[in-house]
Structure formats: C-alpha cells, structure tokens
C-alpha cells in the first residue's frame, strides 16, 4: 500500500514564527488532505489539495503530484495553531485515505 | 460542527462488554469511513460504506462490525472488548470525488 511520510515529527515554535511541514507518499495518488488535531482531539480539515497550491489565511499549501510530495506553510504562527498535522493520500475516488505519522506542532507565547 | 455527528463523545466500559458507536454523515454525503487512533498505531483505517454497502474493509478485528443504514447513518459495533480497543473512533463522510474527508468530532472509548 500507499506510504507516507512526514517531516519533521515535532516542532516547535516561538509565536510569531513561519514553518514548513513536509508529507512525501510513495506512489501516484489523486487525493490528498492537511488536517490540523487540536489538543481537544478533533480533526479539522484544512486543505483538500491533490495538486496545485491553495491559501487560507496565514496557511497554504502546495501539492507537487508528480514529485510526490505537499508543503504546508503557517505562517506568523500563534498558540491556537499547537496541535498534530496530519496529511493523507488515497489513489482513487472512494477509496480510504491513508495517514502519515503527523507533525506535532507547539506554539509557544 | 462539521456535519458529520457522532454519539457518544465519551464512553468507558469494562473489558468483554459490547459498545455500539453512532455516526450521522453530512446531509448529501453517501460515503461513511470509520477509523481508529490509538497512542501506538496513529489513524487506521477500519471499513468503509457507501449508499448502505461496505466498500472497502481495512484493519477491522473480527470483534468488530459494522452497517449503513437506509438514512444513511452508520454504527459500529465494538464486541468482546479488551484493554487494546481504548482509542478515539472517528467517522468521516464524502462528498465524492474531489471533496475529501470531513471528520465527526469522535466517540473516545475506554476499556477498563
């Protein structure tokens, strides 16, 4: 099956700070999701990005398929944006997304 | 709120019990995923359904069940339960293709 990878594992940040988190997958796929895990354990979806680049706010991301790998970028990073960054991959339509370890961010004030 | 509700948010039981957990997709959405985070094994994938039938099935013990109904909602059965079952349960329903996963809030279940 498909693997993912993500980069670093834990970070951690001054508030105020940019930072980069990395998710490489080891085949092609046609879907792929940034969700952020508050410290409540909810899943909140942040980007569904399966090629290109999309901005929210203080977060994009960037999606290079054929490269195999999706950025995130928070930037000006505050302490409500502390949590675990998950991204996932799936190949096709309907069919379940796979999970990488996760970034556990800390923002610090 | 995401759309996608689960019941209960909290659950504590004893090992050997059954539990069942609830999930009411987003209105539209015809696909339901459950999956399982644990401390050891981040997010697994259990099963999927789609317009009432399973689609895929993943990591699922044969401890565990589960079924879409005619509304769409979903449950899943937890059985024979033992101490390693303790994790977050999340449901997530789609759209389709192009729209991605939104996650219900999750039903935290402890085995004691």
């Known amino acids: 099956g498909i693997q993912v990878e993500q980069s670093p594992p834990d970070l951690i940040l001054q508030e105020g700070a940019n930072s980069t988190l990395r998710c490489n997958f080891s085949d092609s796929v046609n879907n792929l999701q940034w969700f952020h895990q508050n410290p409540w354990g909810q899943l909140i979806n942040l980007f569904y990005?399966?090629?290109g680049t999309k901005q929210n706010g203080r977060l994009s991301a960037t999606t290079v398929a054929t490269e195999r790998y999706s950025l995130l970028y928070i930037s000006s990073s505050q302490t409500t944006d502390s949590g675990v960054y998950f991204c996932?991959?799936?190949?096709?339509?309907?069919?379940?997304?796979?999970f990488g370890p996760g970034t556990r961010l800390s923002v610090l004030p | 709120d995401s759309g996608v509700t689960q019941t209960p948010k909290h659950l504590i039981t004893a090992t050997g019990q059954r539990v069942t957990l609830r999930c009411s997709p987003r209105s539209g959405d015809l696909s339901v995923y459950w999956y399982q985070q644990s401390l050891d094994q981040g997010l697994q994938f259990l099963i999927q359904y789609y317009n009432g039938e399973e689609r895929a099935k993943g990591n699922i013990l044969e401890r565990f069940s589960a079924q879409q109904f005619p509304d769409l909602h979903s449950e899943l059965n937890l059985s024979s339960l033992e101490l390693g079952d303790s994790a977050l349960y999340f449901c997530a329903s789609s759209e389709g293709q192009g729209y991605g996963y939104t996650f219900g809030s999750g039903t935290r279940l402890t085995v004691v």
């Open positions: 990005i399966p090629s």
């Open positions: 996932a991959v799936s190949r096709g339509y309907g069919q379940n997304f796979v």
